[in-house]
């Protein structure tokens, strides 16, 4: 039976999601909806009350999706490095680059060497490597639906979709999920409607210091163990 695995996505950024590259996947961050996702299920990103843009205000976008993808692969961790190495390369991060796209890759753990995965360079450090391997999972999707900046209303019969605090919510609710899926299937999907709406985070040269102090505040952001059930 298809699920609905539903979360506020408080820092959308382009790395969790990476809607890039014609595929949308969730490698990082999430784990316990990584775990237990199954291939047909959705996951959906609905947006914080306090997201700061460009323009350095801060907007509420609580009862808008921000993205959705319908998993329609499901790897290891392991896998999706091999796999990115073969035929998604781009998703392996680059920080030198003047492509932001490629500083945001999610193929941020290399098993070349062995099992214990060395880190990339990346949007990740030390400090978020228990919680991501904890999700054990890659998700991919080529049906996916992403919004970003231009995040979609809602409307009120698909409010309860909406995870209200941390954690995340677990649709097994038949008639909300078909009420979805007809909802959603008026965008066209695997289509970038927007850029993330913390683009400029990533958009220019960052320090040390400063990626560190963001993988920090996405480790604190990311306390999803805690599932609420809709059935």
């Known amino acids: 039976m298809t699920k609905i695995y539903s979360y506020v996505l408080r820092i959308d950024d382009g790395a969790a999601p990476n809607p890039f590259w014609q ?17 047909g299920d959705w996951v959906v990103g ?34 999706y490095d091999e796999f990115c190495k073969n035929k998604l390369t781009k998703k392996i ?9 490629l500083r945001v890759g999610d193929c941020i753990y290399d098993y070349s060497i062995n099992f214990d995965p060395t880190i990339r360079k990346g949007v990740h450090n030390e400090g978020n490597r228990q919680r991501d391997l904890g999700g054990h999972n ?3 999707s080529d049906h996916f639906y992403y919004f970003g900046v231009e995040a979609r209303q809602l409307p009120t019969e698909l409010k309860e ?6 954690g995340h919510k677990k649709i097994e ?7 979805f899926e007809k909802w959603i299937g008026q965008f066209k999907k695997n289509k970038l409607y927007a ?24 480790l604190e952001n990311d306390e999803d ?4 059930t809709v059935c």
């Open 138 to 140: 890659a998700l991919l």
């Open 93 to 101: 991060p680059k920080w030198k680059t003047k492509d932001w796209r």
């Open 46 to 79: 609905t947006g914080s009350k306090n997201t700061k843009l460009k323009d350095g205000k801060t907007y509420d976008f609580s009862d808008s999706i921000v993205y959705a993808m319908k998993v329609t692969d499901k790897k290891t961790l392991k896998e």
């Open 161 to 166: 979709l909406i995870k209200k605090n941390q």
């Open 173 to 179: 609710k038949s008639d909300l999920i078909q009420e």
């Open 225 to 228: 163990d805690n599932e609420e």
């Open 195 to 218: 850029d993330p709406q913390m683009r400029w985070l990533f958009d220019r040269e960052l320090s040390d210091d400063e990626v560190s102090a963001c993988a920090k505040e996405k």
């Open 23 to 39: 595929v949308c996947t969730l490698t990082i961050c999430k784990p316990a909806i990584r775990r237990n996702v199954q291939i």
